[in-house]
């Protein structure tokens, strides 16, 4: 067989999936029955740590100084992937099955100096082609990278899954499957709402959205390198039966390839968002300036924005901003109350944000005239609104958060 | 500061002494006290894993593998020093002490690919000596290395030792420190004579033989390597105050530095060796070949060797082999007895092998006369000899090891 005619695919394990010794032996025989269902398929496996792993190194960390220097603390969180690596290897090696575990410094993973957050700016794939093409299956080190300078650096938040996406698009995989501990994308929280359905397709760039606003599945890091690389996506169950391609999950595709194109996709929600508003300020482009100047300077990240007439050229301005930023805007904010002749400055933390995301906005207008009447039915009031092309964010009370999310996905999906 | 001249030191801590944060954290404390006390000179550290690591980590392994594949096994074990360099490191940061963690394949400690038990080929130190030149503290991983492929390797017992002292070597060290547990080589074994001595200096040939016969305190790899490349090595502990060099511990140094040479500078004694004795073989070289080559044949390591006429033209003949290999070493000699001619074969390991060892030996006869003298006063019988130009060696029923090593001690040391 000729191997650079045999397709790859990249099988990625989250910690829950690898997080004990049986499970790793039940990751082993998914990745056995994979091969041997379509033998001619090349696999490459990505693992994150054991689920918990993470945790305790960064305790072990906190009990020994205040303020982890970043550059060590990545090579003490590194070391979790590769214990997982080793095992499964090692696990797969003795059910005859040839294997071997690398690392980020051997399949150069190469990334920026950003040490705990770093981003990967290369990846060498001739490390795994040759390790593929003599018939074994690498097994390797997600969340980890190596910079120029030669040391360990990590991804952050979803890093393992960056990992596998960034290695499907270099190695130009079919698929890139992300295993995990749900059974997929849901159109929305099945813990709010038992009406919830599985989505068999959806966009990028839905995707996207949807992570981004609060469905926690993938980490909208991942989603944008596979979006900006074209790689088809799956998320699915480690703990389900099948792994044969096609028959559970989610599939993540490019927006051309779905089948039809529904109004909504899928409504989420988040709650880590703060709203500060600054009341009677002067209705001038002077003073909004100043206001959005002084945040951008204390480098605090705004999502929304609105403002209301309150009098005679004055208007209260509210703002969201991420929740553990809302200390540093709140006092950015108090420190220019005077120069903005504002009367002052409030901050609410009890907020929800609700979204509707779905490519089929792009073709029909009316959605949000639907969501409104749709919430105004429920008696639940709307703070602020946010629209893309693709998605519409309403800011409700946080105890209303559930009856929005039901709302609006009975009224889109049904 | 030219640091080309400025003398560098290896400070290597042992499992017990970072066995834990607040042992980090003690460590951090006792490399911070050692440069303020000797500003000039510049320091190495390499570290082991936490205590019980390792075997938590092979446990793991045991758990998923019946028989862990030795690449795999080095991938694991290997995560174990990771942990404690990237935790010291950060330690001495918030100290406002530059340090930085490096692993095997950052300072380029190459090894042959023999996973779990390889041997180190050579060290490019340059990596260490830009950041020594940079005022900065490398805290190398021990224990480990990297193969011409590229794989990590692990070094074996005694491998953090090991790395230390290659690492002293290589980089011309002054001193290379191995703090543990004890305070330093005792003349024997405190726990079995009171009147054990702690030990000023002893020289690497003495030591090597020591360790090698017991002395548990270095593993005779990383003594052979400082003899070699004549590295002078203290052995000291990292929990008794001082840590000036020499203040405290044991000094192994070459010959030539010894001021006095005693006739005996320590009595070990060890356990894990058993007697096989070939019982009425006929008394001529062919039989003996025959029965050497056999045990030649499947590896076994013999010890000592002894015969005894028993009759005309007919001999007992006995050897030692470590414990470990009894089975083997009987199962092998059964099979030939009936070629051998002999009347059969027995095992003994109720045995210990009790030594005396000191550079005096090669000046001085006599030595084992007065040995021989002092354990009949005890009415110790004798059931091999074994000598070299620096130790005699003698085989006895366990139970009087701890008395032969009293009378022995106090007969030559007192």
Redesign the interface.
């Known amino acids: 067989m000729n191997t650079s005619e045999s397709p790859v695919v990249v099988m990625k394990f989250g910690g829950t999936s690898v997080g004990d010794?049986s499970r790793?032996?039940r990751v082993a025989d998914l990745v056995a029955a994979f091969r041997q269902s379509d033998p001619g398929v090349r696999i490459v496996v990505v693992l994150s740590a054991m689920a918990g792993e993470t945790n305790r190194?960064v305790r072990?960390?906190k009990?020994?100084?205040?303020?982890?220097?970043p550059?060590?603390?990545d090579?003490?969180l590194?070391?979790g992937e590769?214990?997982t690596?080793?095992?499964l290897?090692?696990?797969l090696?003795?059910m005859g099955i040839s294997a071997?575990?690398l690392?980020a410094?051997?399949v150069r993973i190469s990334t920026d100096a950003r040490h705990t957050n770093a981003q990967i700016e290369s990846i060498d794939s001739r490390v795994i082609e040759d390790i593929v093409a003599a018939g074994a299956i690498p097994i390797v080190a997600g969340f980890q990278g190596i910079s120029e300078e030669?040391?360990?650096t990590t991804l952050g938040r979803g890093g393992s899954d960056i990992t596998a996406v960034a290695l499907a698009a270099a190695l130009r995989a079919r698929t890139c499957y992300i295993y995990t501990d749900v059974p997929g994308v849901f159109s929305t929280d099945p813990r709010l709402d038992p009406n919830a359905r599985l989505l068999e397709r959806v966009s990028h760039e839905e995707m996207l959205e949807m992570a981004s606003l609060g469905a926690k599945v993938l980490h909208p890091r991942s989603v944008y390198f596979a979006m900006r690389y074209a790689v088809p996506l799956v998320v699915l169950s480690t703990f389900a039966g099948a792994c044969s391609p096609g028959i559970n999950g989610t599939w993540i595709v490019r927006e051309e390839e779905l089948m039809e194109k529904p109004l909504v996709t899928g409504v989420t929600h988040r709650f880590d968002e703060a709203q500060l508003t600054v009341e009677g300020m002067p209705d001038d482009i002077e003073s909004m300036s100043k206001l959005f100047d002084a945040l951008a300077e204390r480098d605090v990240y705004i999502d929304m924005i609105s403002q209301e007439g309150v009098g005679s050229h004055l208007v209260n301005v509210s703002v969201t901003v991420p929740d553990e930023q809302s200390g540093l805007a709140l006092e950015t904010i108090r420190g220019i109350v005077p120069t903005l002749k504002a009367n002052g400055v409030t901050v609410e933390r009890d907020i929800a944000k609700v979204s509707v995301v779905g490519v089929g906005m792009r073709y029909h207008t009316g959605v949000a005239a639907r969501a409104f009447r749709c919430l105004a039915r429920e008696g639940i009031s709307v703070q602020m609104v946010n629209t893309s092309e693709i998605k519409m964010s309403v800011l409700v009370t946080r105890k209303y958060c559930e009856a929005a999310v039901r709302a609006l996905h009975a009224e889109f999906i049904g």
């Not at 009990?63 to 220097?69: G, K, S, W, Y």
């Open positions: 010794i790793i032996k190194l072990l960390a009990e020994c100084v205040d303020r982890p220097q550059r060590e603390m090579v003490l590194a070391t590769q214990v690596i080793a095992l290897a090692m696990r090696c003795e071997k575990s690392l410094p051997q030669g040391d360990i």
